[in-house]
Structures are given as structure tokens and as C-alpha cells.
């Protein structure tokens, strides 16, 4: 499967002198534009050297800068955005601030204007407080009756050192005591020019975006880098009791960063393992024995750190036999290999998605930004093609060798009962 | 872009919207069949038959079904409602045989008695996990508080004890009534050619048999009931609200989306500054929901347990508001912006087309560009939302609220 004769691609870049990075990338065939601003201002700088605020606190701001910016009181600037039919979305994460907007090509730079007003010149009035507040406390209840995603949050928060996993949700007693001068705090600490990346994809004219950015973002200061110190994470085995239905089953496994040389067989591991409904997981836990309608395998990466998550919900009864399975298959994995035939269906899933994702501003924008995070670069297509190509079922069969050890993996059940875990001396 | 269409003997209606700069293609059949379409004692039949088709075909069992779409990288999915199961795949178009290979087949599965068995487990989890949302709960439970005893209050999943009872036989009859090519729609959207296409269709359907399906589409009014479920280990208390809408079948629900969007949108709207941007509430949205012969305005509300009461009576305040003095020119064209934007962004996936495309082929014989589709939207005039809440008026609704109080109740 060639992928770079199918899809002619044109990407740029430019550094502002404060720091700022664009990465465009124009689309042939689509009318619409699509951006993504990463700040490196996520819930993990909550508990930076020197700055110590209560967890929730990125979550607080990024709903806070929207209210109000510029020359715009809160209901202006999201009336200005509906009339550009922007479709937007700020969140804070772990590490990052994500600001990510969609429109017609022909109303990015506008939208680029208000986004800007909302990063330099938030008004972050002291009455938002608690508005802002009541909300982030109530999304936090709702994460409660939510036991899919809360499972997952809690999962990353035992298996990377700390703030890695820090849930950007933040905590009931964390937002409930930050005050305005707290979140004024952390937001002149960590939103920043330096360390950030704007994304930009679809129907896009690249020497008019450089410059308007160039003007818009210009005037952001640059500060230095908040430091983090990092503590150990954990518990490795653990059990959160919820009267709910079904037993929330979560397991991390380190593996391979975005930058590391085996990030490939890495990802080829993880998706044969889990990535598809013939994957492993899907086959031996659901098509063979019925024992649950959800169960997956993930990849993530930050950085330094990266992880394979696999995830099943299931009831009581069969929680055992299903965690029990999901571990057998770990260990299959490490222990046997992978086949030609599966190394083959994992090329042809990754290289079609790569391909169907250039009909989508958004995905393309939002791969930009993370390409550049990780490597300094965008990928090219061929690049990517070509590094999949290379993969054999030895390379990767020797990678997931190291899938063996149980003392590499956090497991976290969620539900009425707990389960019995695999000693961490295992292999 | 172009259109095409054509009628096979057996009765099945191919259509395709092709577009050469696209970098896939989507497939879909399009089934005319749902929960509504089930008696009492079927319930969720509609959806286990979906997962069914799955379990394998006389050529393929459920591991080669799923590893012969995944060989190709072909995305695949399926999804059933009250009233259609569609089956879709995405791939790149040099693998649409392939992928469209498998798509076909399974639409004629064996349905074997063991498949059956081990499936019955997994649809009773997915049951299970459903029961874990509390959303979905009030989701369900409203649906069938507003539409009584009309099918469209049947639960799609059915119930843990419908799906324990049924047999296959049951099924296999169900699946000869209703899958039968006249009661289905065959969509492509993306990049393809149609003699292609049409050549695809006749070697994989023109085979397939059977005789006309009817569903019986009844108009219906809501009940208004108001309906109170504890659910003590909630810490946020759900609700669900629905009123009567204008069905498919009517140019209206163009003005009702539009107002749903004005009133109810995620951002901006009404419910989002009375209730979401002060704090009062995480969630509260109103959409639009068409049926044939049916439709609903859906409220939803999500909040702490304590404020529900006065939540619900603020949200009535919005409805009569809107319902005596009707909109703004400024809300209405803003309405109109985001809907277009979302549009063109959604159509620019072939996937995205697919769906719209293949529902406005089943119940309106009908094909209406993106461009004609925003242009009926952009048609819509202040007057003809002042006749859309004169005729579908919002309030008073169907109300059901699960969570940890019960200590509410239908606001004066």
C-alpha cells in the first residue's frame, strides 16, 4: 500500500522569535480549515517547583480565559465564534492546554483572532470565579458516574510517576479552594509562547497565516519553564469499590516513546494486541467467549514516558476469567510473537487511517501539533510508510518479549468486588 | 460530485455520490428495520441481529469476517436505532472489493445456535454497561414515559431477561421478514466509478430473496407523563425531557433543528447561558430527533441532585419565553452559521456523507446535494419558527429524572 503518490502533501513551518511554533499543512480538496494550539500549561504544572496550586486549577483556567478576552465580554466572544461557525474546544489534559478550532478556510484567521485575544488578553474577571468553579465541581461528579473514564484516569495517575498522571479533572478539595489570585498565579507561570504549538490544517494560504500569527501572537512573552519534580506513582495492584454493574478492568505496560527508535514496533505491538476487532483481545475476550462487549488495547505517548492501556468492562461474575484472559494474552504475546499475517493487517490499518485522515482538517491540524511536540517535525506520509514497511514479525516479536514481567504492570479494578491480581514477581 | 441510482430486479436501490478528490470510499446498507419494528416479546432482536450478522456467513466465520475487513485496513462498524440498522465500511478505494466482499456477505449470516449463545452474553453486557450511564438510563426511560405504548418507547437494547428468553428461530424469522432486498438501501459515497459500482451490487445482492417488508408507522402524541427513579450511587442527578416534534417527513425539520440550536446547543445557546455558563448545571442541551411519522424535541439536563428542582423551572421559563415571543434575527442567523460550518465539515469525510445521503434515499426517495441541504436551512424564516412552537409547542413535556433524589417533581 503506497501512500505517498496517493496524497500530494505541502507542509511549512516557522518559529516566532518568542518561541512559538506554526506547523501548516495545506489540503488539497477540503473547504474547511482546522487548528490546534498546544500550551505547555496542562495539570502537570499544578504542582511546579515554586507554584504548588490545587489540582484542577489548568482545568479552571482554560474555562476561565474563554470568558471574556479583548475587546469581548464572554458573551460577545462566544457569539463572535458562533458567527464564524467555529467549532471549538478548550481542555486542559496532563501536560498541555489544548485550544482547537474548526471552521470554513476562509474564517480561520478571524477565528485566529479571537482565540488570540482569549491567550494574551483573557480577562479573567474575579466574578467568573465561581461560575467557573461550580461547573469544574459538577464535571467532577459526572466523572463519578462515569466508571469507563473515570477507571482510565485513575489507571494513568497509579502507573506514571507523578504529575505524569495527573487527572487534568483536578479534585474536589483542589477546586474547591483555589482562589482567583491562585489561578491568576498559575496562569502567568505556565501559558506560555515558549514550548507552545499552533497547528494549522485544510484550506489555508501559508505566507498569509505566517504573518497574521506573526501579528496576532507576537507580543506573547515569553517566561521560563517551570520545573517538575517527579515521585514515584502507584500502587501497582489496586481496587476502587463502586456498587456499579460491571467491573471496570485497567492495565498499563511501559513501551516505547514517539521518539524512541522501537516507537514502531512498539505501536505495531500494542495495535496487534488490541487495536482492531481481529486483534488478540477482541478475538480471545469477546468473539471466543462472550465475556464482554468492550475491551481494547491503546498506545500513548508523552515525551519520556509511554504506555499500552487495555481496557475491558464486564460483569461480576466473569470479571476474573476476563482479567485472567487479558493477562494470558500479555504474555502470549511476550512469550510466542506475532504472525506474518497479523504484522500485515496492522500496516493496512495504520497506513489507511494515515491516508483518511488527510481528508479531515482537524485530525491533520491536531497530528501536526503532536508530531512537532514529540519530534521537532512533521513526519512525511512515505516516512511513516516507509517505517512500517520495515517492520518484520522477528523485529516485533522481539520487542513484545518484554511483555513477560508482571512487575511492569499497574493493574486497577473499579467496581463492587476485587479481583485476584498476578504477583508482581511473576514472569 | 455526482449522483447515481439505480433499482436491482430484486428490489434493492443502489445510489452513490461520487467525488473524485476524495481519498476514500464508504459502503452502507441501509436496513429499514429497528426497535419499532419489534413485538413485546423481540425486544432488542433488531440490535443482537446486528451483532449477528457479524458471527459469520456460509463462507466465513467471526474471525475471518472481522480479519478480512482488517486485512485491508477497511473500517467497519454498525449501529441500530428505533428505526434502521446501518452497516458501514470506510477503506481506501483500490480495497473497496474486498471490503465491500465482506460488507455483502454479511448481510446474509448463517445465524448458527452457538454464535448465538456466546453473543447473547456479550449483548447482556453491553446491556450492563448501558445501566452503568446514568444518561443512557434516563435516555431509555424516557422514550418509553413519552411514547406509551407506541413501538418508538421500545428499547433498543432490550432487556436482560427479553434477551435471555429469545431463541434463534425467532431471529431467523425476523431477519427473512425484514432484510429483505426491497426493505434495503445500498449507499456509496467517496471515490469510486458507478459501472463499479453497480457491477459490485448485482454479483453480491442481485442473489438476494425475499418479499416485500411493511412497518407500520403510526403518528403518535406524547403521554406528558413525569416519572421519578432513585438511583442512590448517582452523585449528579440526570434528566430527560421530550416533547412532540415535527417528523421526517415534513420540510419543518429544518426550523426545528435550527431552533434546538438556538435554544439548546452545547455553546451559546439559551440553555447553555441560563444554566451551564452561570455554573447551574454540567449538562443541558436540547436536540432534535426525526422519525417517520414522529418526532421529539430531546431536553437534556444534568446537574447537582439539589438544584434539579429549580433547574427544571428555569428551563421551563426558557421554553415559554421562546414559545410566546419567539427568536431574534441575530440568534436565528447564527444558528444558520454554525449549522452550515458543521456541515461542510462533516461532508468533507465520505463516511460523513454516507449516513445522510442513505436515510434521505430510504424515506424521501429523495437526493439533495450538500449545497441544496444548507440552502433549505438558510431558507428558514423567524415566521416559520413562530409556526414551528405554535404547532410542536415545547412545553409542557415528558419528564423522567433519575439520580440520587426523588424529591422532584413537575414544575408548576
Not at chain 1, 512515505?382 to 518484520?392: G, K, N, P, V
Not at chain 2, 406528558?224 to 425531557?241: K, M, N, P, S
Request: glycine fraction near 8%; hydrophobic fraction near 40%.
Amino acid at each position: 500500500m503506497p501512500v505517498s503518490d496517493s496524497v500530494p502533501v505541502t507542509i511549512e513551518q516557522h518559529e516566532y522569535s518568542n518561541g512559538l511554533v506554526l506547523v501548516g499543512e495545506v489540503m488539497p480538496g477540503v473547504q474547511s480549515a482546522a487548528f490546534t494550539l498546544l500550551i505547555p500549561a496542562g495539570a502537570a504544572y499544578e504542582v511546579a517547583d515554586g507554584l504548588k496550586v490545587g489540582g484542577g486549577a489548568a482545568t479552571m483556567v482554560a474555562e476561565w480565559i474563554t470568558r471574556g478576552a479583548g475587546s469581548r465580554d464572554s458573551r460577545e466572544l462566544l457569539t463572535a465564534l458562533d458567527n464564524l461557525g467555529v467549532s471549538h474546544s478548550e481542555s486542559a489534559q496532563t501536560l498541555h492546554t489544548s485550544l482547537s478550532a474548526a471552521t470554513l478556510g476562509r474564517n480561520l484567521v478571524p477565528a485566529l483572532e479571537i482565540f488570540a485575544d482569549i491567550v494574551l488578553q483573557p480577562h479573567c474577571d474575579d466574578e467568573e470565579v465561581e461560575p467557573v468553579r461550580a461547573l469544574c465541581l459538577q464535571n467532577l461528579r459526572s466523572l463519578e458516574d462515569d466508571p469507563g473514564t473515570k477507571v482510565i484516569y485513575e489507571l494513568r495517575r497509579r502507573h506514571f510517576p507523578e504529575p505524569w498522571g495527573r487527572p487534568s479533572p483536578g479534585t474536589v478539595e483542589g477546586i474547591s479552594g483555589l482562589t482567583g489570585d491562585a489561578l491568576r498565579q498559575f496562569h502567568q507561570a505556565v501559558y506560555r509562547p515558549n514550548g507552545a504549538i499552533l497547528g494549522v490544517a485544510g484550506a489555508i494560504d501559508w505566507p498569509r497565516l505566517k504573518d497574521a500569527v506573526g501579528r496576532l501572537f507576537g507580543d506573547w512573552k515569553p517566561r521560563p519553564d517551570p520545573h517538575l519534580s517527579e515521585k514515584p506513582g502507584g500502587p501497582r495492584r489496586d481496587h476502587i469499590l463502586r456498587e456499579t454493574q460491571q467491573i471496570q478492568i485497567a492495565l498499563a505496560h511501559p513501551v516505547a516513546t514517539v521518539v524512541s527508535p522501537d516507537y514502531y514496533r512498539a505501536r505495531a505491538a500494542v495495535a496487534i494486541l488490541g487495536g482492531y476487532s481481529s486483534a488478540r483481545l477482541f478475538t480471545e475476550v469477546r468473539e471466543k467467549r462472550g465475556l464482554c462487549y468492550s475491551v481494547y488495547a491503546s498506545y500513548e505517548s508523552q515525551r519520556a514516558r509511554a504506555a499500552m492501556l487495555c481496557y475491558a468492562g464486564t460483569s461480576t461474575d466473569r470479571a476474573q476469567q476476563t482479567l485472567d484472559v487479558i493477562i494470558a494474552e500479555i504474555r502470549r504475546l511476550g512469550r510466542e510473537g506475532i504472525e506474518p499475517g497479523e504484522l500485515e493487517t496492522m500496516r493496512a490499518g495504520l497506513k489507511s487511517s494515515l491516508i483518511m485522515a488527510q481528508e479531515s482538517s482537524m485530525s491533520r491540524s491536531s497530528a501536526l501539533a503532536s508530531d512537532w511536540y514529540f519530534l521537532g517535525r512533521v513526519r512525511p506520509l512515505e516516512e511513516i510508510s516507509t517505517e512500517l514497511d520495515a517492520l518484520t514479525p522477528r523485529s516485533v516479536s522481539d520487542y513484545a518479549a518484554g511483555f513477560v514481567h508482571m512487575r511492569d504492570l499497574t493493574i486497577l479494578t473499579l467496581g463492587p468486588t476485587a479481583l485476584r491480581f498476578p504477583a508482581e514477581s511473576k514472569v | 460530485m455526482t449522483f447515481h441510482h439505480t433499482t436491482l430486479e430484486n428490489g434493492l436501490e443502489v445510489i452513490a455520490e461520487l467525488n473524485n478528490r476524495a481519498y476514500s470510499v464508504a459502503a452502507g446498507f441501509f436496513v429499514k428495520t429497528g426497535s419499532r419494528d419489534e413485538m413485546a416479546d423481540l425486544a432488542g432482536v433488531s440490535h443482537f441481529l446486528e451483532h449477528m450478522t457479524f458471527k459469520g456467513t456460509p463462507r466465513r466465520d467471526a474471525l475471518t469476517v472481522n480479519r478480512d475487513f482488517d486485512r485491508v485496513g477497511a473500517k467497519h462498524n454498525a449501529q441500530t436505532s428505533e428505526e434502521d440498522t446501518f452497516y458501514h465500511v470506510t477503506c481506501l478505494p483500490e480495497y473497496l472489493t474486498p471490503s465491500f466482499d465482506v460488507l455483502a456477505d454479511i448481510l446474509r449470516p448463517t445465524l448458527r445456535e452457538d454464535d448465538f449463545e456466546t453473543e447473547k452474553k456479550v449483548i447482556i453486557e453491553e446491556i450492563r454497561m448501558y445501566l452503568d450511564n446514568p444518561m443512557s438510563v434516563a435516555y431509555e426511560a424516557a422514550k418509553t414515559a413519552h411514547f406509551g405504548p407506541h413501538p418508538l418507547g421500545n428499547s433498543i437494547l432490550g432487556s436482560v431477561d427479553s434477551i435471555t428468553a429469545l431463541r434463534v428461530e425467532r431471529m431467523r424469522d425476523y431477519f427473512a421478514q425484514r432484510y429483505s432486498p426491497a426493505n434495503i438501501v445500498l449507499g456509496f459515497a467517496g471515490k469510486g466509478e458507478w459501472s463499479q459500482l453497480v457491477e459490485l451490487a448485482v454479483q453480491h445482492c442481485a442473489g438476494w430473496q425475499g418479499g416485500p417488508a411493511t412497518r407500520q408507522a403510526d403518528p403518535v402524541r406524547g403521554t406528558g407523563t413525569f416519572r421519578a427513579i432513585r438511583r442512590e450511587e448517582d452523585l449528579q442527578q440526570t434528566v430527560v425531557g421530550v416533547s412532540d416534534a415535527p417528523p421526517l417527513e415534513t420540510e419543518d425539520r429544518y426550523a426545528a433543528h435550527l431552533l434546538a440550536t438556538i435554544l439548546g446547543d452545547h455553546t451559546g445557546s439559551r440553555l447553555y447561558w441560563a444554566l451551564i455558563d452561570p455554573g447551574l448545571a454540567d449538562g443541558a442541551e436540547l436536540s432534535y430527533q426525526d422519525y417517520n411519522q414522529a418526532g421529539t424535541f430531546f431536553t437534556f439536563l444534568s446537574c447537582e441532585p439539589g438544584e434539579t428542582q429549580a433547574n427544571l423551572g428555569r428551563i421551563a421559563e426558557i421554553y415559554r419565553t421562546v414559545m410566546a415571543g419567539g427568536v431574534t434575527e441575530d440568534e436565528l442567523d447564527q444558528a444558520k452559521n454554525k449549522v452550515l460550518a458543521r456541515s461542510v465539515l462533516r461532508s468533507e469525510r465520505p463516511m460523513g456523507r454516507l449516513a445522510s445521503l442513505g436515510f434521505q434515499w430510504m424515506y424521501r426517495r429523495a437526493y439533495l446535494t450538500l449545497e441544496a441541504e444548507l440552502e433549505a436551512f438558510s431558507r428558514v424564516t423567524l415566521d416559520d419558527l413562530r409556526r414551528l412552537l405554535r404547532d410542536w409547542p415545547l412545553w409542557p413535556m415528558t419528564i423522567v429524572s433519575v439520580g440520587p433524589t426523588t424529591d422532584v417533581h413537575r414544575p408548576k
